[in-house]
């Protein structure tokens, strides 16, 4: 895969400079090792970014592939076959597969219009959307069903790739963590009160013991033995990045977890605009954090 090989060389790097700053380290005053311990942080972080960039570029590879040969497999039925019921159906699949690679193609503009480090006012459903569109058939492929509770809520204030970053990540660990296929719930809830979103990924997976569960934002802490078939996940990095970012968007991350029911992360990310309270529907259950069931 794309990713294993330049991402998982950067994130060896980063190991190494661990090593290689140890004795020195031990020779520094304060000051200097606290910016030393803030450099290698960074350096995690652009590690793991590293990491989720090949994962996107893989994805989107393969995505284009399945369209690629759709079109090819129905355009050579539509040239074997004179009849006009075959051509039609050739021509009708045809134009789902092309309507399918516009879907792509914005989805991945819409992520490089997202690669401003600046904080900006982020539609939430757009952001979902165009994510989703890259992980559609990886979720069909592993009998994913994917439900929307997506409530009426204001844009958030944030570095919107990075977020992305973030919800592609709670993703792809819980499709990882229904191996046997299952339910997988995004939504999203705002709260007039506190003027801010909580964006919540639900999974009806595997679960993680209490153990586990206090390490999992740890870095290099995995519940995993390495990359699955599809050659994502298991460096440890990604729930580390994922609450480093949300710390820095000032916002909250939240994981509940049981084994045998699943697992939900919650983020909260202030509000751009407030909305009236009115507006909002009821959605029972959230916020609640009592064990899943």
Known sequence: MIRSVASDWRICTGCNEL???????????????????????????EAQKNSSLGE???????????????I????????????????DKALSKILAAGERAARITNSVLGMARNRSQDFAAVNLEELIGETMVLLEREMQKYRISVEYDLGEVPPVTAIGNQIQQVLLNLLINARQAMTEGGRLIIRTVH????????????DFGSGMA??????????YFSTKDGPDASGKGGTGLGLHACHKII???????RVESTPGKGTCFTIRLRAAQPIAPAAMPELPGVGQTSSLT
């Open 19 to 45: 090593t290689n700053l140890a004795i020195p380290m031990t020779q520094q005053n304060p000051e200097q090792l606290q910016e030393q311990i803030e450099h290698l942080e960074q350096r995690l972080l």
């Open 56 to 70: 996107l570029v893989s994805t989107t590879t393969h995505e284009f592939n399945n369209v690629l040969m759709t």
């Open 72 to 87: 090819i497999n129905y355009a050579k039925m539509g040239i074997r076959h004179k009849d006009e019921p075959t051509r």
């Open 191 to 202: 709260d007039a009160e506190t003027r801010s979103v909580d964006l919540v990924v639900r």
């Open 210 to 219: 209490p153990e586990q569960l206090q390490r999992i934002f740890e870095p």
């Open 247 to 253: 710390q820095a968007h000032g916002g909250k991350i």
